[in-house]
């Protein structure tokens, strides 16, 4: 008898895995395959080819190809449609939950897309995802899922249990039974617990809790992920302008949603304009970080031109040099710090959140007692181990002073103005921020140097 060894992600299962492809050893692949984690399968795919990764998933019971589908990064996932057939999508598609076959079928063209449904064999499905279809992506429509369990109020426990049953051959994770009433609004919510502790006769609208947190369908998904955080839930309903029960967001979304809005966050704040991976293309990767690269690059030549600006004075001064890289870095830095708090306060908002004067009054104050402790130690530096005179010192502590309050300034409105003209507020915490306060910083010392030094 042949022994399967248990699937294990790793090099050498990648390499026996190849062979198998190229051997067409299929027994080999869906035996080695079988009961493996989908995500482990989506990473083995990313790793192949596109030639070997349309025949593992073709060999692959469907609803398992489906599940991995799901798990494809969305650059693989696209690559892998463009291989398929139009049948073989629309069954992969009727294997999944409506949200994510609505999300299959917004990487497709128009035309493929009305080709794929017109392949769909369930009706309800179909009906279903087009639903969804009709819903902005980044909405709580455009993410919710259509599966869910539901029951009248009218119903008693008998009739709830039996109808459960029906409804849950198309829902994986049941968390929670939404009551609603004769023209499908949403009332409540009861537990399986009350279901099976209450007696046969006993009427749902007896037992279920009215007090239920549900989120509109035009709601933005960054707030929905906010409300599932605050509350701590596992799953929301959404509801329409009616408040007639139209789907659930489950946590599971969510966590994608956040992840997907910290990667961009991050790449923002490195000035990445897109949203990218290592093993993207050169030329995409070279779009996504070139914007940036020239904006920090006329930034420089613009301070080169402050510095020859006052080249008169740094030929009578020529120690005036010696301190431009720390005025510049003190106030990257501190424009840095600054921004990314801000930041993340606008990403975690509260109902109780400081109004904007207190806020800036609260980093004025911090801006104040560091740079009065930053100026302090560089005028003692100065003054002690590089030029003995006391103006020169004066010049570099109270330039950086400066910088110090002017760049905690900046860093905290710039994201803020952002944000309220709709724009990540992230990129504030990045080359913007940098370039600015390095003009900035080059400005104020030399004026502060033209007025102390009279150069």
Request: aromatic share 8%; with cysteine; glycine share 6%.
């Amino acid at each position: 008898m042949e022994i399967i060894k248990q699937f294990e992600l790793s090099k050498e299962y990648l390499e026996s895995l190849r062979h198998g492809i190229e051997e067409e050893n299929n027994s080999f692949i869906q035996d080695s395959l079988e009961g493996a984690n989908v995500a482990d399968v989506a990473a083995i795919l990313d790793e192949l080819s596109m030639d070997e990764s349309i025949y593992v998933l073709r060999l692959l019971e469907t609803q398992f190809s489906a599940d991995i589908l799901i798990e494809l990064d969305e650059d693989t996932l696209t690559r892998v449609l463009k291989e398929m057939e139009v049948p073989e999508i629309a069954g992969l598609i009727e294997c999944m939950d409506s949200d994510d076959g609505a999300d299959i079928l917004n990487l497709l063209s128009l035309r493929e897309r009305e080709e794929v449904i017109g392949y769909f064999t369930d009706r309800q499905k179909s009906e279903q995802i087009l639903e969804l279809l009709r819903y902005e992506e980044d909405t709580a429509g455009g993410i919710m899922a259509k599966e869910y369990i539901r029951a009248n109020k009218n119903w008693n426990v008998v009739q709830t249990i039996n109808e459960i049953r029906r409804q849950a051959e198309n829902v994986d994770k049941i968390f929670s039974i939404y009551v609603v009433d004769n023209k499908q609004q949403l009332l409540g919510r009861v537990s399986l617990k009350k279901i099976v502790l209450a007696s046969e006769n006993t009427k749902i609208e007896d037992i279920y809790e009215e007090e239920v947190i549900s989120v509109p369908t035009h709601m933005d998904q960054e707030e929905v992920a906010e409300i599932m955080r605050r509350y701590d839930l596992e799953t929301v309903p959404v509801v329409n302008v009616k408040n007639k029960l139209v789907g659930r967001i489950t946590f599971d979304d969510i966590l994608d949603i956040i992840r997907e809005e910290a990667e961009e966050d991050i790449q923002a704040m490195t000035g990445i304009t897109d949203t990218v991976d290592e093993y993207d293309s050169v030329i995409r990767l070279t779009k996504a970080r070139l914007p940036w690269l020239l904006i920090g690059i006329v930034g420089g030549l613009l301070g080169a031109g402050f510095i020859g600006f006052f080249e008169e004075g740094l030929n009578k001064v020529t120690a005036l040099a010696f301190f431009i890289p720390l005025i510049t870095a003190t106030g990257g830095n501190v424009g840095i710090q600054s921004s990314s708090l801000v930041v993340q306060s606008l990403a975690s908002k509260s109902a109780f959140d400081d109004s904007i004067i207190k806020r800036f009054l609260k980093v004025l104050a911090v801006a104040v007692i560091n740079g009065l402790i930053l100026a302090t130690f560089v005028f003692a530096v100065v003054v002690l181990f590089y030029q003995n005179d006391v103006s020169f010192g004066l010049v570099v502590s109270i330039a950086l002073f400066s910088v110090v309050l002017l760049s905690s300034f900046m860093g905290t409105i710039t994201p803020i103005l952002l944000d309220k003209i709709g724009i990540n507020p992230a990129l504030a915490s990045g080359p913007f921020i940098t370039t600015a306060n390095d003009l900035l910083g080059l400005a104020v010392y030399f004026l502060v140097a033209i007025s102390l030094l009279h150069i």
